[in-house]
């Protein structure tokens, strides 16, 4: 067929050289000024048609449809072909500009880190520090007995309208000993004057103790732990009367001596009844290192109710940066992530440290640089009591 369409093509072409040769001799120059007034016109005369000879103009269509359709094939063919690349040339552009938009919206989207990080600047995480710098108002030390009977728990009491008083208040927190889930505060109704270096406290005269050596050992260490990190370094005792003080199995006890400093390691209690937990103290050997504190801090013994506030697979490592700093390097074979477990185990840290006489912290391995209130890229104050309670008096 196409052999076919060749010869009639050349056919036809032979047929149109016989056509007589048509030649305009007008001059050029001429012929474009003609033109120029031409289209100056405001007006255009109406073009003159030219009349081709019928003949030629029969034979100019009919050789227009010979040769157009075969042109109009591979043109088609062709611009297909030009279309199709283009379409792919134009997929893997949208593809590149498609990977390219991910990209970008993954390099958007901040770190595990990052996100935990920022989730939790709004978090409302329990905190059981009382530090200087946010210390907005003053504070009286209510030490309460915990349910085990063995250990002591101190509060940082302030009240909403800012009025201290040790009686009133020490009263008004014993009535809550249950939903604290404490046995209550040894020191409840006791009037105490400070003077100095010396402090008063003054028992009402049908004061009465739970009997026994525990009882007496309580009280004996809730005095201690009401004027720890004081100036305070004498407490005299006595009773509203006058009479000197009879502290049980101590006997008549009319002056304690208050040490500058305790060495402590700080434990959970955690009493089932209640959803209420809080740091206690537990006592150290005074010549004890703070990497022994710490070893007494991770194990589980303690007594009843009391846990360990490291999680399980946590170690710590102290190394004191100068008499002020410690660093604290903390290593686990466990994933932390910035919760509630992590603040209590850095807040018994502080504690501890505190105990020690440091007054900032640098901790160092865990994987997340902040913390509720705590920046960890820089070193923590230490505080200056534990267990912030509010109370309302009214």
């Known amino acids: 067929?196409?052999?076919?369409?060749?010869?009639?093509?050349?056919?036809?072409?032979?047929?149109?050289?016989?056509?007589?040769?048509?030649?305009?001799?007008q001059d050029k120059d001429e012929l474009y000024n003609k033109i120029s007034l031409q289209m100056m016109e405001e007006e255009p005369k109406k073009r003159k048609l030219v009349i081709m000879p019928i003949f030629a103009?029969?034979?100019v269509l009919f050789l227009t449809a010979l040769i157009l359709p075969p042109i109009l094939i591979d043109q088609s063919g062709e611009d297909s072909m030009d279309i199709a690349t283009e379409s792919n040339e134009?997929?893997?552009?949208?593809?590149?500009?498609?990977?390219?938009?991910?990209?970008?919206?993954?390099?958007?989207?901040?770190?595990?880190?990052?996100?935990?990080?920022?989730?939790?600047?709004?978090?409302?995480?329990?905190?059981?520090?009382?530090?200087?710098?946010?210390?907005?108002n003053p504070f009286i030390i209510a030490v309460a007995a915990g349910m085990n009977g063995e250990q002591i728990i101190p509060f940082a009491i302030t009240t909403k309208d800012g009025q201290l008083n040790y009686t009133t208040t020490t009263t008004?927190?014993?009535?809550?000993?249950?939903?604290?889930?404490?046995?209550?505060?040894?020191?409840?109704?006791?009037?105490i004057n400070r003077k100095g270096t010396e402090a008063d406290i003054i028992f009402p005269e049908d004061f009465q103790m739970a009997g026994g050596s525990s009882s007496d050992v309580m009280l004996h260490n809730s005095i201690e732990q009401t004027f720890q990190n004081s100036q305070v370094s004498q407490v005299n005792l006595k009773y509203k009367d006058g009479r000197p003080f009879e502290m049980g199995?101590?006997?008549?006890?009319?002056?304690l001596t208050i040490a500058s400093s305790v060495k402590v390691s700080y434990k959970l209690y955690n009493y089932p009844a209640t959803e209420s937990k809080f740091l206690v103290p537990i006592k150290i050997d005074e010549n004890a290192t703070i990497e022994e504190a710490?070893?007494?801090?991770?194990?589980?013994?303690?007594?009843?109710y009391i846990d360990s506030a490291i999680p399980a697979g946590v170690s710590l490592k102290?190394?004191?940066?100068?008499?002020?700093?410690?660093?604290?390097?903390?290593?686990?074979?466990?994933?932390?992530?910035?919760?509630?477990?992590?603040?209590?185990?850095?807040?018994?840290?502080?504690?501890?440290?505190?105990?020690?006489?440091?007054?900032?912290?640098?901790?160092?391995?865990?994987?997340?640089?902040?913390i509720d209130r705590y920046d960890l890229s820089n070193p923590l104050e230490t505080p200056v009591a534990v267990n912030p309670l509010l109370m309302d008096t009214n």
Not at 13 to 21: A, G, S, T, W
Not at 338 to 353: C, K, Y
């Open 294 to 304: 710490f070893q007494t801090m991770i194990d589980n013994e303690g007594g009843e």
């Open 57 to 59: 103009l029969v034979a």
């Open 249 to 255: 199995n101590f006997g008549t006890v009319e002056s």
């Open 1 to 25: 067929m196409k052999q076919n369409k060749n010869d009639r093509r050349k056919e036809l072409e032979k047929d149109l050289e016989k056509f007589p040769f048509i030649q305009d001799h």
């Open 90 to 136: 134009g997929g893997e552009d949208n593809s590149e500009t498609l990977h390219d938009e991910q990209s970008a919206e993954l390099s958007q989207i901040p770190s595990e880190m990052e996100v935990t990080e920022r989730d939790m600047d709004g978090s409302e995480l329990q905190s059981y520090l009382v530090f200087e710098k946010f210390k907005e």
């Open 318 to 370: 102290g190394e004191e940066a100068s008499e002020e700093l410690l660093s604290v390097t903390i290593t686990t074979s466990n994933k932390l992530e910035p919760d509630q477990q992590s603040i209590t185990m850095i807040e018994a840290v502080l504690a501890t440290a505190a105990s020690f006489g440091y007054e900032h912290v640098q901790l160092q391995g865990l994987p997340f640089r902040s």
């Open 172 to 191: 008004l927190v014993a009535e809550q000993a249950e939903e604290l889930g404490v046995a209550g505060f040894p020191l409840q109704g006791t009037e």
